[in-house]
């Protein structure tokens, strides 16, 4: 591998842009989808529960693969494998835009899952290659501003396409975008070679794939037929079972896949720990806001999308800022401002009621968009500065596994807190679902959900705390070594 003197500092503005075309596109295209779902069950005489498929089948694929293709461009190279993730990513969408039954689309879109999680998995460590260490922080901050852009943009723009052509054009829309990407991929990133004589974990990453699959399908089972379900239990079980002999492989292969000392950095392992836990909490919140919003305040669906931009906007401001500001002081203690902010957010969330005005709800999400922004990027710079040069592609795509993986934990088992609160609250012998259980019944839930995602961010400050006083005390024994010596 290069040393850090033979890399180009003089191009990092162009490698990121290069990258943040990758992230927007791949941002665009999970958003945009979810606002087709409805127009495609017309346009392909099928059923809501097939179509939901086209979703689900996406990002289970991208979860599952992250990080073997992570693995992968750290033996042959970051820039071959990102560039033919843009180019997979343009075939699955021209493919998927061709689609005439629910079955080739869901196909399709598992192919273009493959390419997208090649350029999600890479994009991290492609930056974090390109910026010098002092300005890392800033880097991933304007990355986590792409994401918000991604994120908002998606369902305008697909609900401009929907109204004014057909629902093909959702995928066709890729096309300028992914093409302007594979060119300046092309150009900027540059093309450093590993050394030889590496082997890829095969067994190693069938396990995993295979037990992340099995977990994300019994927790996506779970919501359906409840989590008491034998079944869900079977599938579930089989799929944490699967992933312990995962772990088992890795301390025993010559080469693992993923390296088991990793983890005894305790930055990297707290900070990854740190990132899954926030997304579970915030992933599965808010797929609730909507039950909120329409169900509870009865607002309609154009209020509700621009209520539901609240977080997305917040993130893309504060992210920039965060990151700079972590280049500069202890990104630890922007972590747990972040954090904190994020908890009394969620805290607060669960005094949501019928009488909550719009600005309540506003000043209460508001808190929770700046605290996952100002969390984001000094948590995903100090993840990928506590990544050898050789293990960057495979730290990356642990990172944003960490993400998808923690957001379909998450919209499973809050989703569940809440659906199996609001039953309990409407009563015993209650048989109705819980979006259309009593008003106070859903609002009892919601606080319990709520509480639920406030506590699991109180852990993953607490979980910040210990290692910041690791840090601290490392720092003091380093100082008294030192003087020691001299």
């Not at 005489?45 to 992250?66: K, S």
């Not at 033919?84 to 021209?94: D, K, P, Y």
């Not at 592609?393 to 993986?405: D, E, K, N, P, Y």
């Amino acid at each position: 591998m290069p040393n850090s003197d033979t890399i180009d500092y003089s191009r990092k503005w162009h490698i990121l842009a290069a990258v943040g075309t990758g992230v927007f596109l791949a941002t665009l295209d999970t958003s945009i989808i979810n606002v087709s779902l409805p127009t495609l069950v017309r346009a392909l005489h099928t059923e809501f529960a097939n179509v939901q498929w086209v979703v689900l089948a996406y990002l289970l694929t991208i979860t599952c693969t992250m990080a073997g293709i992570g693995r992968l461009a750290d033996m042959v190279g970051k820039k071959t494998i990102y560039m033919l993730g843009f180019a997979i990513f343009t075939l699955g969408s021209v493919l998927c835009g061709l689609s005439m039954t629910v079955n080739w689309l869901i196909g399709f879109r598992m192919l273009q899952a493959i390419g997208a999680a090649m350029v999600m998995a890479l994009g991290a460590a492609i930056v974090t290659e390109a910026f010098p260490a002092e300005e890392r922080g800033r880097a991933m901050g304007l990355i986590g501003a792409i994401v918000s852009a991604g994120i908002i943009t998606g369902p305008a723009l697909g609900g401009v396409i929907l109204g004014f052509l057909s629902w093909h054009w959702i995928f066709f829309v890729n096309l300028p975008v992914a093409t302007l990407g594979i060119i300046m991929a092309y150009r900027f990133v540059p093309d450093f070679k590993p050394k030889g004589g590496q082997h890829f974990d095969l067994l190693g990453a069938s396990f995993l794939c295979f037990g992340l699959l099995s977990l994300l399908l019994g927790l996506t089972f779970g919501q359906k037929q409840g989590f008491s379900h034998p079944l869900v239990w079977v599938i579930t079980g089989g799929g944490l079972a699967i992933l312990v002999i995962f772990v088992f492989i890795e301390h025993k292969v010559h080469q693992p896949m993923i390296d088991p000392q990793l983890f005894k950095n305790s930055l990297f392992s707290v900070n990854l720990t740190t990132g899954f836990i926030s997304f579970v909490a915030l992933g599965g919140s808010i797929i609730l806001l909507p039950f909120y919003l329409e169900n509870i305040l009865g607002l309609p669906s154009i209020k509700v999308g621009l209520l539901m931009g609240i977080i997305p906007v917040m993130l893309g401001v504060t992210s920039p800022i965060a990151g700079s500001l972590s280049d500069r002081m202890s990104g630890r203690k922007i972590i747990m401002v972040g954090l904190g902010l994020m908890f009394v957010g969620f805290l607060s969330a669960s005094s949501l009621n019928q009488d909550t005005s719009l600005w309540g709800y506003a000043v209460r999400i508001f808190a929770i968009g700046a605290g996952i922004g100002i969390f984001l990027s000094p948590n995903n710079s100090a993840i990928m500065g506590a990544a050898p040069r050789h293990q960057m592609g495979i730290v990356s795509g642990m990172m944003a596994q960490s993400r998808t993986l923690g957001q379909t934990v998450g919209v499973a088992v809050i989703g569940a807190i809440w659906a199996g609160r609001t039953i309990f609250y409407a009563g015993a012998g209650t048989e109705v679902g819980a979006s259309v259980a009593p008003v106070q019944a859903q609002i009892r839930g919601l606080h319990d959900a709520f509480c639920a995602a406030a506590v699991l961010i109180a852990i993953a400050f607490i979980l910040n705390i210990k290692a910041y006083a690791g840090e601290k005390q490392r720092s003091k024994s380093g100082s008294a070594n030192t003087r020691a010596a001299s």
